[in-house]
């Protein structure tokens, strides 16, 4: 039997119109988790200021809380590059399906987990060495896992088709070869920490720098005049 717009019953069950959903709820609900980490995180890592801190004189508050606040700066940084990572791969994404959606979950769970990282994160700056070595490695695992869900949210969209059909086949590569560069150099980041674990942390930040500077994707002036 026809259905309303003159397709047979069984048209809508078709493989094909699994595609036919676009991006537009997808990223709308990743910012929203990236606006309550964002949140919580503050939350979590400011709470315990200079406004807590009893019997100390202000100077003396603000310096013994400096791990809070320098696990609250490189997590927004490191947050705040994956929130622009993740907005300029999906402007490429014009559909999407169920595995799609699964994978931009799986970078959403990592995400989310940043916020309980950080925290770890600096009340063990102060610890031993064994402290600050273990919630290291349970920060890169954080960041680590991000990288390699969003390369493979990346892999599958290409393969799927799901990007749009005007991408440049060399653009497409070119921003494959960035996003994979990235779980390399987190690796890199958390080898130091054997040395210096603060010295790690000041390599991540290094790592969103390099990241937040304008990669493929961008176009250059002569390309955005030749186009206009």
């Given at each position: 039997?026809?259905?309303?717009?003159?397709?047979?019953?069984?048209?809508?069950?078709?493989?094909?119109?699994?595609?036919?959903?676009?991006?537009?709820?997808?990223?709308?609900?990743?910012?929203?988790?990236?606006g309550v980490v964002l949140t919580v995180m503050a939350v979590e890592l400011l709470q315990s200021g200079p406004a807590?801190?009893?019997?100390?004189?202000?100077?003396?508050?603000?310096?013994?809380?400096?791990?809070?606040?320098?696990?609250?700066?490189?997590?927004?940084?490191?947050?705040?590059?994956?929130?622009?990572?993740?907005?300029?791969?999906?402007?490429?994404?014009?559909?999407?399906?169920?595995?799609?959606?699964?994978?931009?979950?799986?970078?959403?769970?990592?995400?989310?987990?940043?916020?309980?990282?950080?925290?770890?994160?600096?009340?063990?700056?102060?610890?031993?060495?064994?402290?600050?070595?273990?919630?290291?490695?349970?920060?890169?695992?954080?960041?680590?896992?991000?990288?390699?869900?969003?390369?493979?949210?990346?892999?599958?969209?290409?393969?799927?088709?799901?990007?749009?059909?005007?991408?440049?086949?060399?653009?497409?590569?070119?921003?494959?070869?960035?996003?994979?560069?990235?779980?390399?150099?987190?690796?890199?980041?958390?080898?130091?920490?054997?040395?210096?674990?603060?010295?790690?942390?000041?390599?991540?930040?290094?790592?969103?720098?390099?990241?937040?500077?304008?990669?493929?994707?961008?176009?250059?002036?002569?390309?955005?005049?030749?186009?206009?």
């Amino acid at each position: 039997m026809a259905g309303a717009d003159g397709q047979g019953d069984g048209y809508r069950y078709e493989r094909g119109r699994e595609k036919a959903r676009d991006a537009a709820r997808v990223e709308t609900f990743s910012d929203g988790v990236f606006g309550v980490v964002l949140t919580v995180m503050a939350v979590e890592l400011l709470q315990s200021g200079p406004a807590r801190e009893g019997g100390r004189e202000l100077p003396d508050a603000l310096a013994h809380a400096w791990p809070s606040y320098l696990a609250f700066v490189i997590t927004f940084a490191i947050a705040g590059q994956v929130w622009l990572a993740h907005h300029n791969l999906w402007r490429y994404v014009v559909r999407v399906d169920q595995m799609l959606l699964v994978l931009n979950l799986l970078v959403l769970l990592f995400i989310a987990t940043i916020p309980f990282t950080a925290d770890l994160l600096s009340d063990n700056l102060r610890g031993g060495a064994t402290e600050q070595r273990l919630t290291a490695a349970l920060y890169l695992g954080t960041v680590l896992g991000e990288s390699l869900f969003v390369n493979l949210s990346w892999w599958w969209a290409r393969r799927r088709g799901l990007l749009n059909p005007a991408l440049d086949p060399r653009l497409a590569r070119a921003v494959a070869r960035r996003i994979l560069l990235k779980p390399f150099l987190y690796l890199l980041a958390f080898a130091v920490v054997f040395v210096d674990p603060i010295l790690s942390l000041c390599a991540y930040l290094l790592l969103v720098a390099f990241y937040l500077v304008g990669g493929p994707g961008d176009l250059r002036p002569s390309a955005d005049r030749s186009a206009a």
